[in-house]
């Protein structure tokens, strides 16, 4: 099984997961963003728009779909993948490639309202206060959400929630 958390940058999907993933036996954190970074580091770069977003080049999405099949092969248990795609063919792409293997996917979208956000970039120890990247996602983010994004999956409201409660709440609802 797959647990996807969604949701913009910034959300919380990178902590929550890997408190998520402690509290799902036989449970491991697939990164997709290294898939992204190692088509990134192919020199010369590849065409198109991935530059800005790797999750514009094509080979991205199959790539995480070959991968996390590949590993739960191997591993059995279940992926616990903390990744933003607001992008909804590039969803729908992702979760048909996973169904297409028979692995079950159970989608969050860690939401926050957009002032909470705002205070969490700002005050970001890890990538940096006021992140131009991350400030990029609010708007599509918000736009996913309205249109696909919160019909599409389990949406957990973080606004008011520390990582640990939302992570107990994704995970409750996994066992459950």
Known sequence: MIVWL???HGAGKTTTGALVQRLIPDSRVFDAEKVGETLMDIKPKLPGAGAENFQHWPPWRPLVVETARRVLDYAGGTLVVPMTVLVEQYWREISTGLD???IPVRHFVLHADRAALRERIAG???VGPD???R???LEPYAEAA???LHAEAEVVDTTRLTPAEAAQRIAEAVKG
């Open 6 to 8: 969604n949701g913009t």
């Open 100 to 102: 297409r293997h028979g």
């Open 124 to 126: 970001d120890t890890v």
């Open 131 to 133: 992140s131009p990247f």
């Open 135 to 137: 400030l990029q996602y």
């Open 146 to 148: 309205r249109t696909w």
